[in-house]
């Protein structure tokens, strides 16, 4: 599994920083959705699922969390804590969100709005999932 940071152009001076976010540029699809996560409790780990369909770019825009990403095949750990990077994560990737920082704030950009039927909330399915891409209905889910 390959993990793509993208760089956040950061433009600043004296008076402090600032980066834009532009579908296209440094996005790679359409924003149809934006949202964030803070005011985590110590100890709680977040996330324990993937999406069918739907991908993000994911920032720390104050503090940081651990994420697992995990294809089904591999896992990799990283340490969100640049808000001058974002983490893209595709489709078919379950994720989860752990050792949250107490000032954490993460940002999350999705190209779909939300829909409930788009998440895989069990590992063992999103494990079929996996073995079965392409040819899964929505069905397999309910």
Known sequence: MEIKLLPLQSHGDDRGSLIALEEGKNVPFKIKRVYYLYNTK???????????????????????????LDDGDEKISILLDNPAQGLLIESGIWREMHNFSEDCVLMVLADSLYSEEDYIRDYNKFLQFHKNIGGVHDSFFK
């Open 42 to 68: 110590p100890g709680v780990s977040r996330g324990f699922h993937a999406h069918k369909n739907l991908k993000q770019v994911v920032i720390a825009v104050r503090g940081s969390c651990r994420f697992v």
